[in-house]
T-cell receptor, first 116, second 116 residues
Framework: GAGVSQTPSNKVTEKGKYVELRCDPISGHTALYWYRQSLGQGPEFLIYFQGTGAADDSGLPNDRFFAVRPEGSVSTLKIQRTERGDSAVYLC??????????????FGPGTRLTVL | AQSVAQPEDQVNVAEGNPLTVKCTYSVSGNPYLFWYVQYPNRGLQFLLKYITGDNLVKGSYGFEAEFNKSQTSFHLKKPSALVSDSALYFCAVRDPDPGGYQKVTFGTGTKLQVIP
């Protein structure tokens, strides 16, 4: 079936603006993850959803970042009052979420966010 | 805390030669280990994983990885490199918890350049 999709692929915004990044996981996957990848770095964990609830949001850098997954499928990462330091590629991944599984994560293509 | 080290920022290898991309890890228990590949402007693609059992794991595109518990390593290998293998490779580790979620930690990545 289809993989993880993310929209938009690129987003350019001005400092101080609000942005929303969308992730559509693999159908049936209950676990969803958001990562941020800066140039020359590996993915940095932001938040993990199991179903509709955020099971671990310890990676969110500050309260300007927020994510939702209201129906347990599509997720939106929201960034308020964007700063130039928020510029990065935002990756979404999903996994089966089954207890006891190895829970391999499958990634989307990412959204490249540029804050001017 | 768990961590992953990829000691080489870049690996250059001639086409047709064997390649090795190094990874060492630190985790409190027996690890789950993963390799992902990232092509330019693309998301991460899952290559292979080690959970338990045979220390030599075979994955996609002819890649394999060897788990060495005494050296806490999980090096990625391929007997004969292709130019199309040129990409960014990430090692990742997860502390297994059959009853719940555990965060995946990624390395900083190794750029593989296969020279024709």
């Amino acid at each position: 079936g289809a993989g993880v999709s993310q929209t938009p692929s690129n987003k350019v915004t001005e400092k101080g603006k609000y942005v929303e990044l969308r992730c559509d996981p693999i159908s049936g996957h209950t676990a969803l993850y958001w990562y941020r990848q800066s140039l020359g770095q590996g993915p940095e964990f932001l938040i993990y959803f199991q179903g509709t609830g955020a099971a671990d949001d310890s990676g969110l850098p500050n309260d300007r970042f927020f994510a939702v997954r209201p129906e347990g499928s599509v997720s939106t990462l929201k960034i308020q009052r964007t700063e130039r330091g928020d510029s990065a590629v935002y990756l979404c991944a999903s996994s089966s979420g089954l207890a006891g599984s190895t829970d391999t994560q499958y990634f989307g293509p990412g959204t490249r966010l540029t804050v001017l | 805390a768990q961590s992953v080290a990829q000691p080489e920022d870049q690996v250059n290898v001639a086409e047709g030669n064997p390649l090795t991309v190094k990874c060492t890890y630190s985790v409190s228990g027996n690890p789950y280990l993963f390799w992902y590949v990232q092509y330019p402007n693309r998301g991460l693609q899952f290559l292979l994983k080690y959970i338990t059992g045979d220390n030599l794991v075979k994955g996609s595109y002819g890649f394999e990885a060897e788990f060495n518990k005494s050296q806490t390593s999980f090096h990625l290998k391929k007997p004969s490199a292709l130019v199309s293998d040129s990409a960014l490779y990430f090692c990742a580790v997860r502390d297994p918890d059959p009853g719940g979620y555990q965060k995946v930690t990624f390395g900083t990545g190794t750029k593989l350049q296969v020279i024709p």
